[in-house]
């Protein structure tokens, strides 16, 4: 037995290898209204450009590069920023900050590399203003900051060539939100639902953090539960359920034969669960599997853990995929609570390497600001500035996510404290982590094999966890844990 097991293993990986080809590729997912990808899908479900070596994006300054050049001395480090004896009146220096962001004039002229240094000054300059405004609304200067941030809507584009520009444009909306909620009192603003799961979908399509957070987190519950035969996956917050056809069809052709399974799905609107059961429920009946599906119109974290039953002699798994798109969640403490009691043999988690998510305002703004210069420069790395698709994806997606972030997040306009970090809080609370294992990273690295090494995508990991980022910082971390006693 100590030999079969690691045979079984790779045989699971090469099976979840073959989902990439086998399902169909136009399987109708709700809130859509045209035939979409999934996520195992074979390569050539991607834009051509994205595949193609000899597609190249105009060489530009990154934008994590153009960061550090601030004024006002070392990297985005707050602290340093705010205690750093050379700027006596506590703050940025203001001599520092230009008194106006203007456009900029292109000097048809002066050359290339002119206009490029233009573009540069242009960026650290709108950065520079960006943060003096964050620190006037940190300590409630909402006049001086609503003055800035005329200037920088005038300054910033989200259609700019940029992407210091294009990240100073989101940024600004969400400061913007920021200071109009603090004036009405009013910060939880409507959430457009399909708009969100249709740009989801493009997210999914044009770059591997969707796709790499699915896959891997499907092999560590394939893991998990090879030899069950009674399963049920509990979805914190399914979204459009691209993840599950692949784990259905691999469960489906298992040498053992497939395991009854059933998923309770969390999510903001009955009518998309219902329509997401259906999908799944006849994909399920088309490869011979017995499947339920359960429904559960509400965030996790406002359900009583009764409302979520167990069966005797079924393996548990609880998967998150988390997002700054909106509160899927509702209480933490509550959603905490929910799972453990549940006490899952599997607790897949996907986290955004985005710092103090759940503090103040001011270090939201510095954890945000550090990682979305990342996510902007990825996109401009590999898709062109006047792509639809990247414009869909920064709209939908992005930008979304920075204006919940600072103009929602938080606790002081939550109510409630937000872990700033769920890996932190599953270990505190008892769980044990499950170390990714090699067909896990294989399987990221799968993913991966789909884009083209030029684009700067890199796996790393080290602590148990598989992390994607970009040029060595990570931005997506998937993690395993569960509640049940490890057996070294």
Not at 352 to 377: A, N, T
Request: proline share 6%.
């Amino acid at each position: 037995m100590q030999t079969a097991k690691p045979m079984m293993m790779r045989e699971d990986h090469l099976h979840l290898h073959d989902a990439l080809d086998i399902l169909q590729p136009s399987e109708h997912w709700p809130g859509h209204h045209h035939p979409i990808l999934l996520p195992y899908q074979t390569p050539l479900s991607f834009p051509q450009q994205m595949l193609d070596t000899s597609y190249s994006i105009p060489e530009q300054p990154e934008l994590a590069e153009l960061v550090p050049q601030l004024p006002f001395g070392a990297a985005l480090e707050i602290d340093a920023v705010l205690t750093d004896s050379s700027t006596s009146t506590g703050c940025f220096a203001l001599e520092h900050r230009p008194r106006k962001v203007a456009r900029r004039d292109v000097d048809h002229g002066s050359g290339t590399s002119s206009l490029e240094r233009q573009d540069d000054d242009h960026g650290v300059s709108m950065i520079a203003l960006l943060l003096e405004c964050a620190l006037a609304i940190s300590s409630e200067n909402m006049t001086e900051a609503n003055r800035m941030l005329h200037e920088l809507t005038y300054a910033a584009s989200p259609y700019s060539p940029s992407c210091a520009e294009r990240v100073v444009a989101y940024f600004t909306k969400g400061m913007a939100s920021r200071v109009i909620n603090s004036w009405t009192g009013i910060c939880a603003p409507l959430i457009p639902h399909d708009a969100i799961l249709s740009s989801f979908e493009t997210f999914n399509n044009i770059s591997p953090f969707i796709k790499f957070a699915h896959f891997t987190a499907n092999q560590a519950i394939l893991e998990a539960f090879h030899q069950r035969d009674l399963i049920h996956i509990v979805d914190l917050d399914i979204m459009q359920g691209l993840q599950w056809p692949a784990l259905l069809h691999i469960f489906a052709t298992r040498a053992g034969g497939p395991p009854h399974l059933r998923m309770t799905a969390f999510g903001a609107s009955a009518a998309a669960l219902a329509e997401i059961g259906k999908r799944l429920s006849d994909f399920a009946r088309r490869l011979g599997m017995p499947f339920e599906f359960r429904p559960m119109a509400k965030r996790p974290g406002e359900v009583h853990p009764s409302m979520v039953s167990r069966r005797k002699g079924e393996g548990l798994a609880v998967h998150w995929l988390q997002h700054t798109l909106y509160d899927s969640v509702g209480s933490n403490s509550n959603a905490m609570r929910l799972i453990e009691l549940l006490r899952p043999k599997v607790v897949t988690l996907v986290e955004q390497e985005i710092g103090h998510c759940g503090g103040s305002f001011l270090d939201r703004f510095m954890g945000s600001l550090h990682y979305y210069c990342v996510m902007f420069d990825s996109l401009g790395a590999s898709i062109r500035c006047d792509d639809p698709s990247r414009h869909k994806v920064e709209h939908g997606i992005l930008g979304r996510e920075i204006e919940n972030i600072l103009a929602v997040g938080g606790p002081g306009r939550s109510g409630e404290q937000k872990f700033e970090s769920w890996r932190a809080e599953m270990a505190r609370r008892g769980f044990a982590q499950v170390s990714m294992s090699r067909n896990a990273m294989a399987q990221a690295q799968l993913i991966l094999n789909l884009f083209p090494s030029s684009l700067g995508y890199t796996i790393l990991h080290g602590d148990g966890t598989v992390k994607l980022g970009w040029k060595e910082t990570g931005l997506y971390t998937v993690s395993s844990w569960t509640a049940e006693p490890l057996i070294v």
